[in-house]
């Protein structure tokens, strides 16, 4: 009797671990440019001429054109109103709505950098971030009424030797992206801690969970305690989003799409 519930126990979990690595789908693309998931687990992807925007199972939802992709330097979908583009050759922000209609667009006045190289969208909607390369800052800015509210030179942080890669918020920490790791600032500028992240490796979030890629695993750091798990991601992926029951891989130009459960 113990034995065959031993054997039953064992197919049991063998079901359920090759249920979670089940291929929903896969999307190729001549030339992807940018991808992302929003708060609401939909998936966005610059790509072949067009913005598009998919359910968890790949279906289209929404598509435009958008023949600039080559012109944009950051894309950004993580708030649930809005969807954030930023040229930087033009120091231009569009914002669309989650459907793919232009909401609002602005440029990058003097009076906030000389020199914005990298912006990340804060999560109270009328605030950017911007680090400013002319002066080595980030800067908080208010584009609605002109206002600075923080701004910090990162020399005083040790990493002004280091190129940077990209800027992000996410649950109002700022996260600075190196060559040399991931700096993690508070929402007023202040210094809290640095990650390390390898070359190759990349990042993004999940819930309280920042997530790195590490071949064809997944380190789920939590920001608020020292809590460490890792997960399958199936296969290597250069980068990989999570949402409750989805997991996103891309490779080069092709996105999968599989069942995943984070827990």
């Known amino acids: 009797m113990i034995r065959l519930l031993?054997?039953?126990s064992c197919l049991v979990l063998a079901y359920t671990s090759g249920a979670q690595g089940v291929k929903i789908k896969t999307l190729s693309f001549d030339k992807l440019y940018f991808t992302g998931i929003n708060p609401a687990g939909e998936l966005y992807v610059v790509a072949d001429g067009k913005v598009i925007r998919y359910d968890?199972?790949?279906?289209?939802?929404?598509?435009?054109?958008?023949?600039?992709?080559?012109?944009l330097t950051q894309f950004d979908v993580w708030h649930l109103t809005q969807v954030v583009f930023y040229d930087r050759a033009n120091q231009q922000i569009l914002m669309y709505n989650p459907e793919l209609e232009l909401r609002q667009s602005f440029t990058i006045d003097s009076v906030f950098a000389i020199e914005p190289q990298w912006v990340a969208a804060a999560f109270d909607q009328q605030h950017f971030w911007i680090y400013d390369h002319a002066d080595g800052s980030i800067k908080k800015v208010n584009y609605k009424t002109q206002e600075v509210v923080v701004d910090e030179r990162i020399e005083a942080f040790n990493i002004q030797n280091e190129k940077l890669l990209n800027i992000r918020e996410y649950q109002r920490f700022l996260f600075v992206h190196t060559t040399q790791g991931l700096h993690i600032f508070s929402?007023?500028?202040?210094?809290?801690?640095?990650?390390?992240?390898?070359?190759?490796?990349?990042?993004?979030?999940?819930?309280?969970?920042?997530t790195i890629t590490r071949g064809d695993q997944l380190d789920m750091m939590s920001l608020f305690n020292n809590d460490l798990r890792t997960k399958s991601t199936f296969k290597a992926f250069d980068k990989v989003f999570l949402t409750d029951d989805r997991l996103f891989g891309v490779k080069g130009n092709s996105f999968e799409i599989f069942e995943f459960n984070p827990e």
């Open 6 to 8: 031993f054997i039953v």
């Open 56 to 71: 968890k199972n790949g279906q289209v939802l929404q598509s435009i054109v958008f023949t600039k992709a080559h012109q």
């Open 187 to 210: 929402a007023m500028g202040r210094y809290i801690r640095k990650v390390e992240l390898k070359p190759g490796q990349s990042f993004d979030f999940f819930g309280e969970d920042l």
